[in-house]
């Protein structure tokens, strides 16, 4: 995928989102600003690298909401790009599609694949809201409470096997657990993954030195700064399953910005590691928003 | 004479009564505290992050006056008793900032019970009240330090 044709998928997206909102009666934007989350690079309603247990949009549990959301992270040797949509009915269920490419631009004709040679990957997620309430149940401890699940296609199967992958499809499962701290402005989240993909995927499932789901643990902790302004950190544990081409957990520090219910911007600085053979992998990651 | 004397008291009336806050009778409850909905904050740095009573009287009529001027809310308003609410929000907010105060008003099921009020209404006056702190220049930890106390009501204040 080109930028530009992440910049169209957007505005499909957006477009979509609201010829929907017009079509509908329910009612939409109840929620309390950035109480849904920002969209992951997985394109499930989270932080940045990790996933939530929150819904995604401003849905209550009589409305529905959506999000559309372009991601770029510029690393010193590759460029990482994912768009996608994604809907929340009733606060209740999740459902989205992400596209992510992961292009190893002049780096590619170092590992001979071929200057500009790009992994795209569709995610295609679901979540749904077992129990408890990150937002409003503030006399009690016990987080939201959500179950996910994530199928995952790359386009690059034959260079996968190529790789040592055992394939270029994959289902992830998570359990995530998100509080909102009013009492301390802090958002808290944790999330258990169960995982074979090799860079959530992008090099392909699974590998030589493990073809067996591992469970790996995502974190995210924020404070509020105001109402539109949460900066945070989040880690993200990975497996490393390839041969030769090892692979490191994932950190960031991030602020996420909301104009208003409709725009909100993600902004941050990520260690991806080791990626492919080429060690720290440090950059920015700048995510828009744009939904209700 | 007696006529003119009953002018006169009753044009001293009509002038008065907009003076004087005519709360209707309510059903017969106990008093108590508890029915503030939550367990108050000790000490008086929280009032003081407020503003003291004063701060809280500007916050909760500024926050009710910009509720019943949303056409969202409206309806809600439409049978509520608007001098008794402005003085037990008052009073409640006031109490659960630490103030040595009591609620004298109903507890939040019952006040509410025959409101109707919806999740996303009840955010709308959660985002009124933010103005509202906000205007008054109250510091966001707190303001969320007293949303920590208000947001659990949402279990008996919407009902729909």
Do not use: C
Not at chain 1, 242 to 264: H, I, R, T
Not at chain 2, 61 to 88: G, Q, Y
């Amino acid at each position: 995928m080109t930028s530009k044709s992440g910049v169209i998928s957007l505005a499909l997206g957006l477009a979509m989102a609201g010829s929907l909102a017009e079509a509908s009666d329910m009612e939409t934007s109840g929620k309390l600003l950035l109480t849904g989350g920002v969209t992951s690079v997985e394109g499930a309603g989270g932080g940045g690298l990790a996933s939530w247990a929150t819904i995604t949009g401003y849905g209550t549990r009589d409305e529905w909401g959506a999000n559309a959301h372009a991601t770029l992270v510029e690393l010193p040797d590759y460029q990482f790009r994912a768009g996608g949509v994604s809907v929340g009915f009733h606060d209740r269920v999740e459902v989205s599609y992400t596209r992510q490419a992961f292009d190893t631009g002049e780096t590619g004709a170092k590992l001979g694949l071929g200057q500009g040679f790009t992994f795209n990957q569709d995610v295609v997620g679901a979540k749904v809201r077992v129990l408890g309430d990150a937002v409003y149940a503030q006399d009690s401890w016990v987080p939201q409470v959500a179950v996910g699940v994530q199928w995952k296609k790359n386009d690059r199967d034959t260079l996968i096997k190529a790789l040592g992958g055992k394939d270029d499809s994959g289902v992830d499962y998570y359990v995530a657990a998100t509080k909102v701290l009013l009492n301390q402005s802090l958002v808290m989240s944790g999330a258990l993954r169960a995982t074979k993909a090799n860079q959530t995927g992008l090099l392909g499932f699974g590998g030589g030195k493990n073809d067996d789901y591992q469970i790996q643990f995502e974190g995210s902790a924020g404070y509020l700064v105001s109402k539109r302004l949460l900066i945070g950190a989040e880690y993200r544990s990975k497996p490393d399953n390839l041969v030769g081409l090892k692979e490191d957990d994932w950190v960031d520090v991030f602020a996420a910005y909301a104009f208003n219910k409709n725009l909100s911007v993600t902004a941050a600085y990520a260690d991806l590691g080791t990626i492919a053979t080429f060690k720290d992998q440090r950059g920015l990651y700048l995510s828009i928003q744009a939904g209700f | 004479m007696s006529n003119l004397r009953t002018l006169i008291f009753a044009t001293a009336l009509a002038v008065a009564a907009p003076a004087v806050a005519e709360e209707k009778p309510v059903d017969p409850y106990t008093q108590s505290s508890a029915n503030a909905g939550a367990i108050p904050f000790t000490g008086d740095q929280m009032l003081a992050a407020f503003h003291g009573r004063d701060g809280v009287a500007r916050i909760v009529d500024d926050t009710l006056d910009r509720s019943v001027a949303d056409p969202k809310l409206r309806e809600i308003f439409h049978a509520t008793d608007m001098e008794r609410l402005r003085r037990t929000l008052k009073e409640q907010v006031v109490y659960l900032l630490g103030a040595p105060v009591a609620y004298t008003g109903r507890d939040m099921k019952t006040t509410h019970k025959d409101q109707g009020i919806n999740t996303a209404e009840f955010n709308i006056l959660v985002e009124h009240l933010q103005l509202a702190m906000d205007k008054e220049g109250v510091a966001y930890r707190y303001q969320n330090q007293l949303l920590a106390k208000l947001a659990p009501m949402k279990r008996d204040v919407v009902t729909r």
